[in-house]
Structure formats: C-alpha cells, structure tokens
C-alpha cells in the first residue's frame, strides 16, 4: 500500500476512534463483517445468481450469496431477497425498474422533511424519468401527515407511493400507507434504509407482508457493511432480480455481499436484539436531556435511532450548517437537516443526530447524557477545552472493536 494511503487510512482510524461519530446513517461494523469485506472474494466476478452463474468455479460464491439470502430471510420475514444491490440507492432503482415505466408517477415525502433524494428528486434518475409528487409532515407536530398524503395520492394518482425516510424520528404507519395506495392501485415502497436494524429486531413494526417492497442500505442500523438489500413477495421475485442484473448492475459485490452475510449473521443473536434496544433508549435519552436544557427536539421525542433538532427557537442565529461545523470543530459529527416547515432550505434550520455507531462502542444511557451536555455546551459557547477532554474520556472508556 502506497505511504500515501496507509496514512490516510490511519487518519481516518484515527477520526473514529478519537471522535463521537453521530451521523444517522453511520455504524461501526464488527471484525467479522469487515474481515468478510476485506476477504479473497474480491478477486471474483460473480455474475448471475446462486446456481445461476456465467462463470464456472462459483459453487463457493454461490454458498456465500445463498447464506446472505437465508439470514436476510430469518431477519425480515421475507419472501424473496435480493442481496446485490450495491447500495440501497440502486435497491430503489432496482424496483422502479421492475415495476414503473418511464413518465409513470411517484409520490413521496418531500426531501425537506426528511425524504430521501431517490424519491423522485429531479436531481435523481428516479425524478428524470417519473413525475413526482411531494407529501409533507405536519411543522407542528413534526410527523408525516397522512392525510396530505392521502388527498394528494387521491389527486395525483400516482403508480408509486413510497415511505421510509432519511431524517426522520418516528415510527412510521405503514398501514395508513400502504391504505392510501390500494385506493388508488398503485405499489407501496418501504425504504427502511435506517429502519432495516430496528426492525429485524422487532424495536419497530414492518413492512414486510404489507408493501410490496422493502429496500435498504446494509450499513445503517443493520450494521453489515457497505450495499443494499430488496424484500418482496415472491410473485415480484423474477422482475426484482432482472432489475437488478442485468437490468442496473453487473457482477455482484461479492465481498460486501458477503459483509452483508456476517452482519446478518449476527443480526440474528440476541445480543442484536439487546443492542437495537439501547439504540433507542440511547436516542430518547439524548433527546430528553436535550429538551431539559431548552433546545427544540421535532416532534418531542424519537422511537427511533435519529433525535431531529429545530434550532430556530433555541439558537436562532445558528444555522444547521453552522450547528454541524461548531460540533466538527469540536469532535462530534452530525450532520445538518432540513425540519418540517423549513424556512432556510439551504442552510437548513436542524441537525440529524444518530446513536447507532456509539452504541455499537459501549455508550449507554449515562454516556448519552454526557453527550447531550456536550452537544449543548458546544453550541452555546466557543470554549472547547473541557469538552474535548471529556470527549477523549468517554472514548477511552468506550473503545472500539479491535
Ligand atoms: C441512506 C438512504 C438510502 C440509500 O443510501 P445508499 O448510500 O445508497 O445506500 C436510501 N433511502 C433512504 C431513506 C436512506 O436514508
């Protein structure tokens, strides 16, 4: 390895270990799921599926993709599983292939209220190819308004209706979804990119069984490393997995796909079940410690892995993007976030703060509160001495995995 990169491949070590890493969509995967990365199945081309495959010499590769499909399978409840997603963006093309045409509609929650920009954004393919329509969360209560989302799907009749989201805090009811779709006969997406953990550790209800497709990213909750994952019903199974190849991607990731296989592997263990729990108390005991010291929280609490700040009434002056380098500059990640009702769209008016990746390292209900006085102090003071002697402590007492 060049010098060049060794160094920043410490660095980066470094960074981990040495900072609260609290971006949402972040994690710290086990020894295994990484020696499954970095493992010899990245000199293979795996294209096909198990027992399917182009190329001879597969049966090994066939074995690792069948135990990702097995394990994903016990987890979710699943009927068919597609694990070669390279990422849970290309899961979600995966099924817009599969099922839209071009021109066809979606409707989705609007990215400023914590969408997610493959939900039709026209930054997007999916929003260059399909018409798409927003719904919104209520700026009060700080949850999805499910019937804004119903009048709309009335109105717009759209082919697709997706929830699931990226920045947002609360359970989501996808019965009321998947409801407004059957009215007006279009597919149901579940996006469980975040959720896909906390579900398969039953700390949320599922989709699976009532939509028609769950996606995710695997290196979320989850935490299996880098790529993504499609659950459907198996009358789907055949569109979803030529959608996938060869309709969006080439050979299969195999060593992530693997990485998918250790981390569902360990999904699988009650010590799973245990950490997916102190996910979210760890996340409602930042949110309430938060609240405690005058700061905003959206929608008065969380169920979920993600606490969504409002700064607007604590901090008026602090922008989100603001927010997000005053906490960089003193060791703490998150990242910035639009909020319902946003009146600063570019700068945004919250912050997304995530505990999957210091849960994984120890950090329990009284770290939790250390940290949300941390977080506080930062943003209402310059002064970062103390604070990053405490950070150095908490870090110290709550190492990483070897
Ligand atoms: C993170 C996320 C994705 C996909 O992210 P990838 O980095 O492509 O895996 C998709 N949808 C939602 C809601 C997300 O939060």
Same mark, same amino acid.
Not at 39 to 42: A, E, K
């Given at each position: 390895m060049s010098e060049d990169l060794a160094d920043a491949l410490d660095a980066e070590e470094t960074t981990q270990r040495n900072g609260?890493?609290? =971006?949402?969509?972040e994690n710290h995967v086990s020894p295994a799921v990484m020696a499954a990365q970095g493992? $010899?199945?990245?000199n293979r081309n795996a294209l096909g599926y198990p027992d399917d495959r182009?190329?001879?010499?597969?049966q090994d590769i066939d074995t690792v993709e069948q135990l990702a499909i097995d394990y994903a399978k016990e987890l979710w409840g699943a009927d068919h599983v597609n $694990?070669?997603?390279?990422s849970g963006s290309l899961a979600n093309l995966a099924v817009y292939l599969a099922v839209l045409e071009p021109n066809d509609r979606i409707l989705a929650l609007d990215p400023i209220d &914590? &969408?997610? =920009?493959?939900?039709?954004?026209? +930054?997007?393919i999916s929003g260059k190819q399909h018409e798409t329509e927003f719904y919104h969360a209520n700026p009060?209560? #700080? +949850? $999805?308004?499910y019937d804004d989302l119903q009048t709309r799907a009335e109105e717009f009749d759209p082919d697709l209706i997706i929830s699931g989201y990226s920045a947002y805090p609360r359970e989501v009811n996808w019965e009321r979804v998947q409801a407004a779709a059957d009215a007006v006969d279009a597919y149901h997406l579940a996006? =469980?990119?975040?959720?896909s953990g906390l579900i398969a550790a039953d700390q949320l209800a599922s989709p699976v069984g009532i939509a028609d497709f769950a996606t995710g990213s695997?290196?979320?909750? =989850?935490?299996? &490393?880098?790529g993504g994952v499609i659950l459907c019903d198996e009358m789907y199974a055949d569109a979803i997995d030529a959608a996938v190849f060869p309709g969006s991607q080439g050979g299969a990731a195999m060593p992530m796909i693997a990485g998918k296989a250790a981390g569902f592997a360990e999904a699988l263990t009650p010590e799973f079940d245990s950490y997916a729990e102190q996910l979210v108390t760890n996340a409602r005991t930042l949110a309430q410690t938060l609240a405690e010291r005058g700061i905003h929280v959206v929608s008065g #609490?969380?169920?979920?892995h993600i606490v969504l700040i409002d700064l +607007?009434?604590?901090?008026?002056?602090?922008?989100g993007s603001e927010a997000e380098a005053k906490l960089e500059a003193a060791g703490i990640y998150v990242t910035k976030a639009t909020v319902p #009702?946003?009146?600063?769209?570019?700068?945004?008016s919250g912050i997304r703060i995530g505990t999957p990746a210091l849960t994984s390292r120890g950090f329990e209900e009284e770290e939790m509160k250390k940290v949300a006085e941390l977080i506080n102090h930062v943003l209402n003071d310059d002064d970062l001495e103390n604070v990053q002697t405490e950070i150095a402590v908490l870090c110290e007492e709550n190492p990483l995995d070897e």
């Open positions: 609260l890493l609290m =971006i949402a969509s493992s $010899v199945l990245t182009l190329y001879p010499a597969s $694990v070669q997603p390279h &914590g &969408g997610h =920009i493959t939900h039709g954004d026209t +930054r997007h009060e209560t #700080g +949850r $999805v308004d996006d =469980i990119a975040h959720l695997t290196y979320k909750t =989850i935490r299996a &490393g880098r #609490g969380t169920d979920t +607007r009434q604590s901090h008026p002056d602090l922008t #009702g946003e009146t600063r769209p570019n700068e945004a």
